[in-house]
Every structure is written in structure tokens, then in C-alpha cells.
């Protein structure tokens, strides 16, 4: 969240879901005793990323599961498995969404730095959907 109540973003700042005070994703919703997403088609490679987290240092990419998957993430160890070639194109392709999305913010912080545009979230919404 920017700080002050402004709409001022440090770049590297990376982008997140809304979550409801229970600390789930606002997409989540509970059908009989599954927790479902309902965006799962449409979500962000950083949820399509998880349970995974990763670390890139130079070339190489260092990869573990997020605290506490195992007890709340109903996909592990069902389906195929991703090899990690798989894996790694996907940490690639985050980081290329994380990288367009700082290019987005710097692009709004100077429309707002110069007076160009009232910080205003409904301008931002409208900035990052033009």
C-alpha cells in the first residue's frame, strides 16, 4: 500500500490482491468444503506461481514453497508434475510482468509528480486500463 494515503508507488513495490480481513484473496470463495478461486482462469502469474517462491541471483533461480503451503494449498502434490524448466520459464515471465508493471508506475508517478493528474485511485484505475 502507498504510504500516507498518497498514490505515490515505489516501483519496486510489487503488486497484490486485495485481502479480505480473514487474510484470504478477495477471489476466493467457499463451494461446499473447497476453497475455490474465482478468477482462476484470468489470475496473475503470481498466484499461478504459487505455492512457489523465488529467489534469482545472477542466472541461477533458487526455488521453495511459500510458509505454510502444505497446510492450506489443496493443489500440492496432485496433478502433473512441472518439471523445472516449467518453473523457471514461469519465474522468468513474472519477472517480465513485475518489470512492465514498475514501468507502469514510474509513468504514473510522474504524470502525478508533475500535476498532469490528481492521485486519485479511480485515475490510477483508469490509468493502468487505458
Known sequence: TPS?????????????????DDGFCAFIKLEGTSFICS???ARPTTCAFYP?????????????????????CPGLGRGPAHGLEAEFKAALLQEEELAEY?????????????????????????????
Do not use: H, Q
Not at 514510474?106 to 479511480?122: D, H, I, M, P, Q
Open 4 to 20: 500516507g494515503g498518497s498514490l505515490y508507488w515505489p516501483a519496486s513495490l510489487r503488486p497484490g490482491l486485495r485481502k479480505r
Open 39 to 41: 478468477i482462476y482462469d
Open 52 to 72: 512457489y517462491v523465488y529467489v534469482r541471483r545472477d542466472d541461477a533461480v533458487f526455488f521453495e514453497l511459500a510458509a505454510g503451503a502444505p497446510s492450506f
Open 102 to 130: 514498475g514501468a507502469l508506475v514510474r509513468r504514473w508517478n510522474k504524470l502525478v509528480v508533475s500535476g498532469a493528474v490528481e492521485a486519485t485511485f479511480r485515475n490510477f484505475l483508469k490509468f493502468i486500463s487505458a
